[in-house]
T-cell receptor
Framework: EAGVTQFPSHSVIEKGQTVTLRCDPI?????LYWYRRVMGKEIKFLLH????????ESGMPNNRFLAERTGGTYSTLKVQPAELEDSGVYFC???????????????FGAGSRLTVL | SQKIEQNSEALNIQEGKTATLTCNYT??????LQWYRQDPGRGPVFLLL?????KEKRKERLKVTFDTTLKQSLFHITASQPADSATYLC????????????FGSGTQLTVLP
């Protein structure tokens, strides 16, 4: 089966510009997550969709970040306007509905590297 | 404050030896803990999951232990190979309402031939 696909793999933009990252999860996975790793830091949770609904967006840093998952398939993460501190690698992950035990194993994409100059 | 610490940023070992990586946490009540592997330019790949009521899990050359008293998980790779070289991440999910994965910063393992 195809894995989690992210596009673009690398984006270089100037401060103040807009960037939209796209994630195609594994087909049939209801859960879709966005994570981010900024330089030298750990991977941090941004938000979680269940189908098209935002289940948890507690990790979104501010209102310059907008995530959507129309139709419950692919998702986009828009940063507008981008700031220098937004540079990092943005990972998308998906999973099936939670296992009965509550364990949730994530399949990650390769990430989208964002560089804001 | 809540914290997940992995023992060192980098660990070098000789091929054939056992690599042991440590993950310590504070101010969490984890429901379960996961270990992931990450290669350069790739996303994390799931390896093993261990629940709070489990002491040990094994998968081929991998072994994970979980001590909720010490608030620590150990990740072992036996008979290590150069292909095992990667960054290894521990991640946990609290038993509270915020059931999202929280990652440690990772340990970069290099297995020398």
């Amino acid at each position: 089966e195809a894995g989690v696909t992210q596009f673009p793999s690398h984006s270089v933009i100037e401060k103040g510009q807009t960037v939209t990252l796209r994630c195609d999860p594994i087909s049939g996975h209801d859960n879709l997550y966005w994570y981010r790793r900024v330089m030298g830091k750990e991977i941090k949770f941004l938000l979680h969709f269940v189908k098209e609904s935002k289940q948890d967006e507690s990790g979104m840093p501010n209102n310059r970040f907008l995530a959507e998952r129309t139709g419950g398939t692919y998702s986009t993460l828009k940063v507008q306007p981008a700031e220098l501190e937004d540079s990092g690698v943005y990972f998308c992950a998906s999973s099936q509905s939670r296992l009965a035990s509550g364990a949730n194993v994530l399949t990650f994409g390769a990430g989208s590297r964002l560089t804001v100059l | 404050s809540q914290k997940i610490e992995q023992n060192s940023e980098a660990l070098n070992i000789q091929e054939g030896k056992t690599a042991t990586l440590t993950c310590n946490y504070t101010n969490y009540s984890p429901a379960y803990l996961q270990w992931y592997r990450q290669d350069p330019g790739r996303g994390p790949v799931f390896l093993l999951l261990i629940r709070e009521n489990e002491k040990e899990k094994r998968k081929e050359r991998l072994k994970v232990t979980f001590d909720t008293t010490l608030k620590q998980s150990l990740f072992h790779i036996t008979a290590s190979q150069p292909a095992d070289s990667a960054t290894y991440l521990c991640a946990l999910v609290s038993s509270g309402s915020a059931r999202q994965l929280t990652f440690g910063s990772g340990t970069q393992l290099t297995v020398l031939p």
